[in-house]
């Protein structure tokens, strides 16, 4: 049965520092994975996807990168920004099927000025 | 561009009363559709997904049922809720052979 784990659970820095949040995952047979963003109360918007082929995907000032052997993922933030503050979920795509997604369970992240 | 409406945002209702929950989407045809639970602390949890109209499959056994009437609308409901049926439900849709999904703003429930 799939898990997916991110640490930490909660971070709060000061504006400026560069972040990274650790994802992983018990089953390395994944199709892809994608990080998400949700802001308090809302939906999810999706940050990255990273294909079972490939290993990172960079958008701004963001950057994830999937390593499938060791079952791990981390998404890097440059820079970060008081409107970076948000909860950061971590996806896995099973094989097979209808699209089925995996999520962990967060790490909310407090940037303050 | 795919849009997701899910009504009501807000909902507070007493343990043992009817549920119903309303997906709508925009902008595509035969979508897959989602509904996600995602409990306090918790990470989002797969309840139901459909493949078409009238085609439902469930994930975890619980207290809630899904149906698909129409192409692009998704409704959850329940009979009678529990305190444990308290969450935010997300809808979301996959379009084709996409491979990623969409969400919805998502419907806060309470039950009291």
């Known amino acids: 049965k799939q898990e997916v784990t991110q640490i930490p659970a909660a971070l709060s820095v000061p504006e400026g520092e560069n972040l990274v949040l650790n994802c992983s995952f018990t089953?390395?047979?994944?199709?892809?994975l994608q990080w998400f963003r949700q802001d308090p109360g809302k939906g999810l918007t999706s940050l990255l996807l990273i294909q079972s082929s490939q290993r990172e995907q960079t958008s701004g000032r963001l950057n994830a990168s999937l390593d499938k052997s060791s079952g791990r993922s981390t998404l890097y933030i440059a820079a970060s920004q008081p409107g970076d503050s948000a909860t950061y979920l971590c996806?896995?795509?099973?094989?097979?099927?209808?699209?089925?997604?995996?999520f962990g369970a967060g790490t909310r992240l407090a940037v303050h000025p | 561009s795919q849009t997701i409406h899910q009504w009501p945002a807000t909902l507070v209702q007493p343990v043992g009363s009817p549920l119903s929950l309303e997906c709508t989407v925009e902008g595509t045809s035969n979508p897959n559709l989602y509904w996600y639970r995602q409990a306090a602390g918790r990470g989002l949890q797969l309840l139901f997904y459909s493949v078409g109209i009238g085609q439902i499959s469930s994930e975890v056994p619980q207290n809630l049922s899904a149906s698909r009437p129409q192409d692009r609308q998704f409704i959850l409901s329940s009979k009678k809720l529990l305190l444990s049926d308290s969450g935010f439900y997300l809808c979301a849709l996959r379009v084709g052979k996409e491979e990623t999904q969409y969400f919805g703003p998502g419907t806060r429930l309470l039950v009291l």
């Open positions: 996806a896995v795509y099973l094989r097979g099927g209808y699209n089925k997604l995996i």
């Open positions: 089953d390395s047979a994944i199709y892809n």
